[in-house]
């Protein structure tokens, strides 16, 4: 009888991941942004939203190539 050194990958189910997102040096630069103001000037005011992420991250995930500071200051 011959036993295996490796587990099966059902057994370590948190080895490796599938990565998804583009990495940070495929981005490229974009042409001068327009002014929001004549973007958004045909817009309904009520229809216009802000979104604002503000990650406390302990640490860095395995997936985010975002620009990113590990290691906040304790007052955070």
């Given at each position: 009888m011959t036993t295996s050194t490796t587990a099966p990958p059902a057994v370590r189910p948190y080895e490796s991941?599938?990565?998804?997102?583009?990495?940070?040096?495929?981005?490229?630069?974009?042409?001068?942004r327009p002014a929001l103001r004549e973007l958004w000037a045909a817009e309904p005011k009520?229809?216009?939203?802000?979104?604002?992420?503000?990650?406390?991250?302990?640490v860095r995930c395995g997936f985010c190539n975002l620009?990113?500071?590990?290691?906040?200051?304790?007052?955070?």
């Open positions: 991941y599938v990565y998804a997102y583009p990495h940070k040096t495929a981005y490229r630069p974009l042409p001068d009520d229809a216009l939203s802000l979104y604002l992420h503000i990650p406390f991250c302990e620009f990113t500071r590990i290691g906040a200051p304790e007052e955070l």
